[in-house]
């Protein structure tokens, strides 16, 4: 007897279900056409990041005293997922507006435009995982030891869980970008913010510190309350952190306080990306019959 195929509301989250061979093809698509006439194509997903790594590692090293051992590995487990998720949501905000023609033209499930273009920027970042393990590599020559072990499997988690943020946010963002325009402008700045928020390139006990010396001082903690909103009101330092503490936390010895996971950060993390999702699905449902009206 044959199943009877599942039905899901139309207008649904779940209806992507129904069009999950398009999604397959629209992810293949972005990501060739990211690639298209490019003479090293995928390989660029691993030197990219490795020759901005280069730099900032060189950059910051002159402008920062504070010693981060294995500082490369550091700074690239950082940027990777800040950049992961900063290019998820870029990407999303134009999803539904640049696929205009299409929508006019026939009924397809509008939570796929935005889905699509994160799904291709995670399977993008993947590949360029090959670039952390090639520096983890060469500092395991360096070091004289190997730095990989089970541990860095981790990192599966913190992906789910920045990917799962990631759509939340590229729906809220997309929809909006449907009535204003000029939410790209907005983002762009916000996301300027994040960076500098996010410490990528210097660590949050510098902050701790900075705190002892004010209260010693008979000052306010400011830099204590700087720290505590980057810990726990940043969804990105989390995943960040997170993400640090499976690669670069295990390549390193006495690891510092501020380098700990505990387990409120993987609730914060799973919290933030569940909400985030149920908000962006929210607002998205409440207004893609609308969108019709202003593409």
């Known amino acids: 007897m044959a199943t009877k195929p599942r039905q899901y509301k139309e207008g649904s989250f779940f209806e992507i279900f129904r069009y999950k061979d398009l999604l397959v093809q629209l992810v293949k698509r972005d990501i060739k056409l990211k690639y298209r006439r490019s003479f090293l ?17 060189v950059v910051f090293s002159f402008l920062f005293k504070r010693e981060i051992g ?47 273009k994160i799904t291709s ?35 599966i988690i913190v992906v789910a869980e920045a990917y799962v943020f990631s759509i939340g946010l590229g729906l809220l963002m997309s929809q909006l970008h449907v009535f204003f325009r000029d939410i790209r402008y ?3 700045a916000f996301s ?31 830099a204590l309350y700087l720290a505590y909103f980057i810990e726990y009101f ?21 690891l510092p306080q501020w380098a700990m996971v505990t387990p409120v950060d993987f609730l914060l993390g799973f919290g933030y990306a ?19 009206l202003y593409i």
Do not use: H
Not at 98 to 116: E, G, I, Q, R, W
């Open 41 to 57: 194509g995928y390989v660029w997903s691993i030197l990219n990041p490795l020759l901005i790594m280069i730099i900032m590692a």
């Open 70 to 116: 294995m500082f490369p590995i550091y700074l690239l487990a950082g940027r990777s997922v800040f950049e992961f998720i900063n290019t998820a949501v870029s990407k999303a905000l134009g999803a539904i507006t640049d696929n205009a023609s299409l929508l006019k033209k026939t009924y397809v499930s509008k939570f796929m435009f935005p889905l699509s």
């Open 121 to 155: 920027v995670m399977v993008d970042f993947v590949f360029s995982m090959g670039a952390l393990i090639v520096v983890m590599i060469v500092f395991s020559f360096i070091e004289g030891k190997v730095l990989f072990s089970p541990w860095n499997f981790g990192i």
């Open 186 to 188: 907005v983002y762009n």
């Open 192 to 222: 300027t913010m994040v960076l500098y928020c996010s410490a990528i390139f210097y660590d949050v006990g510098m902050f701790y510190e900075k705190a002892k010396d004010q209260v010693d001082a008979g000052a306010a903690p400011l």
């Open 234 to 254: 940043n969804p990105v330092y989390i995943y960040i952190k997170q993400f640090r503490f499976f690669v670069w936390a295990p390549a390193v010895e006495n």
């Open 274 to 292: 569940i909400l985030m999702l149920f908000v962006g699905v929210f607002f998205f449902k409440r207004a893609q019959d609308k969108f019709i």
